[in-house]
């Protein structure tokens, strides 16, 4: 078992496989919250790469997950990470959008 998984880990689609792990992990966070996206620039694979390690397991909802990622960025800030640039109010504006979204999908019949 151990030389398949060492096969496994070493094959070359492994590559493709992280690929698009982290694709279909970015793709809620691109499409719901873009501009806090684009302002966290450098930092945002850093970032991402964190936020995946505390949060393994991905939410089916994008909502959800997007808003468990702006969380995230929340608590970062509160605990005194500096971003490159100031992603506060990009941050709360889009924070605060998707929040409405998200309680318009739970309310809605």
Request: net charge negative; with cysteine.
């Amino acid at each position: 078992e151990w030389r398949q998984l060492v096969g496994v880990v070493n094959s070359p689609g492994m590559n493709c496989n992280c690929m698009l792990y982290r694709a279909n992990r970015l793709a809620p966070l691109a499409l719901n919250l873009p501009e806090l996206c684009r302002v966290l620039a450098d930092d945002l694979r850093s970032t991402l790469s964190r936020y995946w390690a505390c949060y393994p397991n991905s939410d089916v909802n994008f909502l959800v997950e997007s808003s468990r990622f702006c969380e995230f960025v929340r608590d970062l800030l509160t605990s005194g990470h500096v971003f490159q640039n100031d992603v506060s109010d990009t941050l709360e504006r889009e924070a605060a959008a998707l929040s409405l979204r998200l309680h318009a999908s739970y309310t809605e019949h």
